[in-house]
């Protein structure tokens, strides 16, 4: 059974991703977000498939500065490292979606993180 959180969830879901198409030129960079782990997945919508992906377990544990906590830390870590595998693929340019979280916290670092790494979007 859903609660009510989460099916106001997936209605921003799904009015974000009515706008949100990846290509094969420019594919989606999705980025999931849970209470402990964040995830980016590089997804060609097209084809339907995942190009290349990246979990915060890949990503060994930063330390915490005064402007950063660890978790925001760590989605930066793990932003600039799907990067780093999508230029191995030869994406550089990707369509950002939030999933319909704010873009703040981790979801901003992860973008920056990925931003840093070579992405453009």
Do not use: W
């Amino acid at each position: 059974m859903k609660t009510r959180q989460h099916a106001k969830q997936l209605r921003r879901v799904q009015r974000s991703r009515a706008t949100i198409f990846g290509t094969s030129k420019k594919p989606r960079l999705s980025v999931k977000r849970s209470n402990e782990h964040i995830e980016g997945q590089i997804i060609d919508d097209a084809a339907g498939k995942t190009l290349c992906a990246c979990h915060d377990r890949e990503v060994g544990v930063q330390k915490a500065t005064k402007e950063m906590s660890r978790k925001v830390a760590i989605a930066y870590a793990a932003g600039k490292r799907l990067a780093e595998k999508a230029k191995k693929n030869g994406i550089s340019a990707v369509v950002f979606d939030r999933r319909g979280s704010r873009f703040h916290g981790r979801i901003k670092s992860f973008a920056q993180g990925a931003r840093d790494g070579g992405l453009t979007f």
